[in-house]
């Protein structure tokens, strides 16, 4: 007996699939850290220095956004207080 003749049917469903980073403010910081140890100006933030968000946005992209996939939707979420 087959699936078929059971009604039974085996397919590939698509669904879509939202990645939900959560704690962005952390990782920023955590840039900024890092920055920092590597000798940049410890007083700028990531508004004040352009190339401090290009950094957050290369990380981000490299070791998180990468593996998702190239059509992949995504949410960043971070604090509103920091």
């Not at 078929?4 to 403010?25: M, N, R």
């Amino acid at each position: 007996m087959q699936l078929h003749e059971l009604g039974l049917t085996c397919g590939i469903f698509q669904v879509p699939v939202i990645a939900v980073f959560t704690k962005f403010d952390q990782f920023k910081r955590d840039i900024e850290m890092k920055l920092e140890d590597q000798g940049h100006d410890p007083n700028a933030t990531l508004d004040d220095d352009p190339n401090r968000d290009n950094e957050v946005e290369n990380v981000f992209g490299t070791e998180y956004k990468a593996h998702l996939g190239g059509s992949s939707l995504f949410v960043r979420l971070e604090s509103k207080f920091f």
